[in-house]
C-alpha cells in the first residue's frame, strides 16, 4: 500500500469532498481506493500531491497531454488569447485555421466541427450518422468507451448479439436499445449483426485502439475487413480517435494502419490539455448538420478561442518537433524492457501497446473485452498502489492506458523500470 509515502493533506481533501462533491471527484475514474491524492501541481513528465509528493506521471490526464504538463509553447498560446479575450460567442479565424490542419491530417475528414469534449464528438457525429442515412441502429464494440452519454453507456452483455441494456440508472432502456455490440476483433459476428440489421443499421463506432480497456490491439486485418464490411452494406464506419487521435501519429490510427473511416471523432491532445472535441467526416454526410442541413448540434463553448489557440500550437509542435518518432521509440523500449522483467520474474503477464500507449496485462495477452475481465484487477490495484509509493503514478485501473509524453527523458523512463521490476 502506500505505507512509504504521507498522503495526509490528499487524505484530508478527500474526507471533505466527499462530503461537497459525490465520491469526492469529478470524474468516477479519479476515486482512486482508499482515497485519491489532491494535485497541487504538474510540470513536465511530473504530477506533485497536496502532501509535497512528486510522481513520474503516465496518466498525463488519460491522454491529452502529449508534451507532458504545462508546455512553454502551449502554455503561450493560451496566455496570448487570454490578451485578446476568451470567450466571444462568434465565429473567429482561429478555428478555421485548426479546422484546415486538422483536416489536412486526417483523410476521412473534408469537413469538422468543434465541441467541447469527446463526449459532445462521439454523441453529434452518431446524430450525424443516423440523420444522414435516416436509420437508427448503430454497433458499438463490448468495452469501447465513448463517453458518457445516454445511447453508448451500455454495458458489454453477454450475448454479443443482444440489443443493448443501459449500463447506468437514469438511462431508459428505450434510449439504448438501437445499441447493438459486437465483441473486438471478431469480424464473423460483426458481419451477421452488420448483416441482420443493415436496413436499420446508420454506423459502426470503434475505437480502432481500444484505449479503455488496456489498450487491446487489433489483429492483423481486423480494421481492413471492417472497411470493407461496412462499406459493402453501406453503413458508415466511425472511428473514435479521441485517445489516438494526434497520439499514434498526425493522422491517428487511420494513418497509422492505413484505413479510412467515413467519420472521426477526436479531442484530447487536439485541445492542447483545454475542452475540446471534434467531429468531422466527408463533406456530404457533414453538410447535414445545422445550419448547413437537418441535423442540429450546438454549444455556447464549440470552438472556445483559447481551447482551438491551444490545439493549433499543439499540432504544429508535434509536426515540426516529430514528436512521434520519439514517443513511438520509447513506447517500443518501454515495452520491451518490460517484457524482459516479466520474463526475468517468470510472471504469467503480458505487456501490450502501440506507439507511446501501455499496459502490462495481469494474465494473458487479450484481444476483446471478455478476455481482458479475465485478468487480475485486484492484483494489479495492489501493484498501481506500491508503483505509487515509489514515485510513479499510473492510471488506477487494470483497464486503462498508460501514456509516455515527450517530456519523459531517459531517467524518468529508467526510473520507472527500477519501479516495475521492483514492485511486480
Ligand atoms: N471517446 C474515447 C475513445 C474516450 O477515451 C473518451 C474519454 O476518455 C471519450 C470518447 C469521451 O471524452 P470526454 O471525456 O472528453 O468527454
Same mark, same amino acid.
Given at each position: 500500500m502506500v505505507s512509504e509515502i504521507t498522503l495526509e493533506k490528499s487524505r484530508k481533501m478527500f474526507e471533505k469532498a466527499k462530503t461537497l462533491i459525490p465520491g469526492g471527484v469529478?470524474?468516477?475514474?479519479?476515486?482512486?481506493?482508499?482515497y485519491p491524492f489532491y494535485t497541487a501541481s504538474a510540470n513536465g513528465s511530473r504530477i506533485k500531491d497536496l502532501d509535497g509528493n512528486e510522481y513520474i506521471d503516465y496518466c498525463l490526464a488519460y491522454g491529452p497531454a502529449v508534451l507532458g504538463h504545462n508546455h512553454p509553447v502551449i502554455k503561450e498560446a493560451i496566455r496570448q488569447q487570454l490578451d485578446k479575450g476568451w470567450l466571444y460567442g462568434t465565429p473567429t479565424e482561429l478555428e478555421v485555421t485548426l479546422a484546415e490542419k486538422v483536416a489536412s491530417y486526417?483523410? &476521412?475528414? =473534408?469537413m469538422l466541427r468543434f465541441v467541447s469534449t469527446g463526449t459532445e464528438a462521439t454523441m453529434s457525429a452518431l446524430r450525424l450518422a443516423r440523420g444522414f442515412t435516416r436509420r437508427n441502429k448503430f454497433i458499438k464494440i463490448e468495452?469501447?468507451?465513448?463517453?458518457?452519454?445516454?445511447?453508448?453507456?451500455v454495458k458489454a452483455g453477454s450475448g454479443a448479439t443482444t440489443l443493448g441494456e443501459p =449500463? &447506468?440508472? +437514469?438511462?431508459?432502456?428505450d434510449f439504448t436499445k438501437h445499441t447493438l455490440q459486437a465483441p473486438y476483433n471478431d469480424i464473423e459476428t460483426m458481419t451477421a449483426l452488420v448483416e441482420k440489421n443493415r436496413d436499420d443499421l446508420a454506423a459502426v463506432i470503434i475505437e480502432?485502439?481500444?484505449?479503455?480497456? +488496456?489498450?487491446v490491439l487489433p489483429l492483423p486485418g481486423y480494421l481492413e475487413e471492417l472497411r470493407k464490411l461496412t462499406e459493402e452494406n453501406d453503413v458508415l464506419l466511425i472511428f473514435?480517435?479521441?485517445?489516438?487521435g494526434f497520439r499514434l501519429a498526425m493522422g491517428g490510427a487511420q494513418e497509422f494502419f492505413g484505413v479510412v473511416p467515413d467519420m472521426t471523432t477526436l479531442g484530447k491532445i487536439v485541445g492542447g490539455g483545454l475542452p475540446i472535441g471534434v467531429f468531422g467526416g466527408k463533406r456530404e454526410i457533414m453538410e447535414m448538420i445545422a445550419p448547413s442541413g437537418p441535423v442540429y448540434q450546438a454549444g455556447?463553448? &464549440?470552438?472556445s478561442p483559447c481551447s482551438v489557440a491551444a490545439g493549433i500550437a499543439m499540432v504544429d509542435y508535434l509536426e515540426e518537433e516529430n514528436i512521434h518518432a520519439k514517443l513511438n521509440s520509447a513506447g517500443d523500449y518501454m515495452r520491451a524492457v518490460l517484457s524482459e522483467i516479466i520474463e526475468d520474474e517468470g510472471l504469467d503477464y503480458n505487456v501490450c501497446g502501440i506507439g507511446s500507449m501501455f499496459k502490462i496485462f495481469f494474465g494473458d495477452m487479450p484481444h476483446n473485452y471478455q478476455e481482458v475481465l479475465k485478468c487480475d484487477k485486484e492484483g494489479y490495484l495492489a501493484f498501481f498502489h506500491r508503483m505509487l509509493a515509489s514515485g510513479v503514478f499510473l492510471?488506477? &485501473?487494470?483497464f486503462e492506458t498508460n501514456f509516455i509524453s515527450a517530456a519523459h527523458n531517459d531517467i524518468d523512463i529508467e526510473k520507472t523500470l527500477e519501479a516495475y521490476a521492483e514492485n511486480l
Open positions: 469529478s470524474s468516477p475514474v479519479r476515486a482512486i481506493k482508499p486526417y483523410p &476521412s475528414i =473534408d468495452g469501447g468507451f465513448h463517453g458518457a452519454h445516454d445511447a453508448v453507456l =449500463d &447506468s440508472l +437514469g438511462i431508459p432502456a480502432p485502439v481500444l484505449g479503455n480497456i +488496456g489498450p473514435d480517435e479521441v485517445i489516438t455556447t463553448f &464549440s470552438g492510471p488506477p &485501473s487494470q
